[in-house]
T-cell receptor, first 111, second 118 residues
Framework: GNSVTQMEGPVTLSEEAFLTINCTYT??????LFWYVQYPGEGLQLLLK?????DKGSNKGFEATYRKETTSFHLEKGSVQVSDSAVYFC??????????FGSGTQLTVLP | NAGVTQTPKFRILKIGQSMTLQCAQD?????MYWYRQDPGMGLKLIYY???????DKGEVPNGYNVSRSTTEDFPLRLELAAPSQTSVYFC?????????????????FGPGTRLTVL
């Protein structure tokens, strides 16, 4: 079956540091890949997505590239802000439009 | 647009009690989903619906029931609450025109219901 393995947290960074959160996946066929973000006390919201190999998703300074050869979709941001503190989930969409989520990575950015 | 709304926000149940978690969306989405999120874990799909009158099981359906009589509403029913059902429950919706097996659709999530079973 489908699965998503995410870098374990928590991750603590200083403001303006570089962020990488690793995500690898196992899936049959050609899944779409997503990063969702969950701010404290809120539901998940889409951060970015990529629907085919070599696609790059980007939003709010975050980027991730769909790498089929390494089955990866790592999240990066060049300079994090305190407001980026949240839990980040990598996910893939397989059959029947069901999302399979990773376990989430808690990010804390210190001023 | 209110998006996806869920009620209640918090609830404490005793073992064996029943309750219904409400979910509504005003985006005219055809797909709706129920997930549970356990501490330190990703979300797991409980049930989903592809349209009014059509529901199907997800990864962890045992102990739950759903119905979808309208496009807008997708309630989740717990019949005999157990401590293992202590979790945060999220409802989500998306719009799909069908087609490929792998979906590119964005799911929109509600704020969640925190349920404790004692």
């Amino acid at each position: 079956g489908n699965s998503v393995t995410q870098m374990e947290g928590p991750v603590t960074l200083s403001e303006e540091a570089f962020l990488t959160i690793n995500c690898t996946y196992t899936a049959t066929g050609y899944p779409s890949l997503f990063w969702y973000v969950q701010y404290p006390g809120e539901g998940l919201q889409l951060l970015l997505k990529a629907t085919k190999a070599d696609d790059k998703g980007s939003n709010k300074g975050f980027e991730a590239t769909y790498r089929k050869e390494t089955t990866s979709f790592h999240l990066e941001k060049g300079s994090v802000q305190v407001s980026d503190s949240a839990v980040y989930f990598c996910a893939l969409s397989g059959s029947a439009r069901q999302l399979t989520f990773g376990s989430g990575t808690q990010l804390t950015v210190l001023p | 647009n209110a998006g996806v709304t869920q009620t209640p926000k918090f609830r404490i149940l005793k073992i064996g009690q029943s309750m219904t978690l409400q979910c509504a969306q005003d985006m005219n989405h055809n797909y709706m989903y129920w997930y549970r999120q356990d501490p330190g874990m990703g979300l797991k799909l409980i049930y989903y619906s592809v349209g009014a009158g059509i529901t199907d099981k997800g990864e962890v359906p045992n102990g739950y029931n759903v119905s979808r009589s309208t496009t807008e509403d997708f309630p989740l029913r717990l019949e005999l609450a157990a401590p293992s059902q202590t979790s945060v429950y999220f409802c989500a919706s998306s719009y799909s025109t069908g087609g490929s097996r792998s979906s590119t659709d964005t799911q929109y999530f509600g704020p969640g219901t925190r349920l404790t079973v004692l």
